[in-house]
């Protein structure tokens, strides 16, 4: 079974030198995902993305229940804007593509106690080289050429990664230093699903005003 762009999502955020998934790069993780899912869509031509709003296309729904699930909270008739459907539900999103992960066996859970008496959860990545690798590949498709002619999950991660501030894509020093070449890689996004982008940057400012971020 492929690995969709929610999934690969939530392995970027994962900090591969230390091991975890820090906090930092898992705020707005719920509304990352979605995201993804709302990627997929447009690219399947499942959804419409005009003057800011979106609205769902009829079709045959996705193969992944993730993305369908997404797909169905888009409204049918009217468009509305982005922001609601990355938002509101954000917290919803983190379970189903964790369990998935969980059961291609990309990613382990430990529970355990912290200072012997809270439980909690400990998700850690089964094959943090093929992390690296990704995150190499999505940092690749901005360093060594011109955006893509198409609408590829390297693109999408690409420039999701500048919005969320990903450390382990792209750091402060990265982000100053290649700020053209990211700059030019969003618009060729936005030319693609307008308005998704930045309906993203909004929704992560918001939650991290307010300590956003589910499940680590």
Request: net charge neutral; with cysteine; aromatic share 6%.
């Amino acid at each position: 079974m492929r690995t969709t762009l929610a999934q690969k999502l939530y392995l970027l955020c994962y900090t591969v030198k230390k091991e975890k998934f820090q906090l930092d790069n898992i705020q707005g993780r719920g509304q990352l995902l979605r995201a993804g899912a709302m990627t997929e869509l447009a690219r399947d031509g499942l959804l419409e993305a005009t003057g800011g709003k979106v609205r769902r296309l009829p079709g045959e729904p996705p193969e992944d229940p993730f993305t369908t699930a997404v797909w169905y909270d888009l409204p049918e008739d009217k468009p509305k804007g982005w922001l609601t459907f990355l938002h509101d539900k954000a917290h919803t999103a983190e379970t189903p593509v964790r369990d998935q992960l969980l059961a291609s066996g990309e990613i382990a859970l430990t529970r355990e106690k912290k200072l012997g008496v809270v439980p909690t959860e400990r998700v850690s990545v089964v094959h943090p080289d093929l992390v690296q690798a990704l995150q190499e590949r999505v940092r690749s498709t901005v360093l060594n050429g011109a955006p893509a002619e198409e609408l590829t999950d390297e693109l999408a991660m690409a420039v999701f990664a500048v919005e969320l501030e990903l450390a382990p894509v792209w750091s402060k020093e990265d982000r100053r230093a290649y700020k053209s070449d990211l700059k030019a890689h969003a618009a060729r996004f936005d030319a693609f699903v307008p308005g998704l982008r930045k309906a993203l940057r909004d929704s992560y400012l918001a939650s991290r005003a307010v300590g956003g971020g589910w499940s680590a």
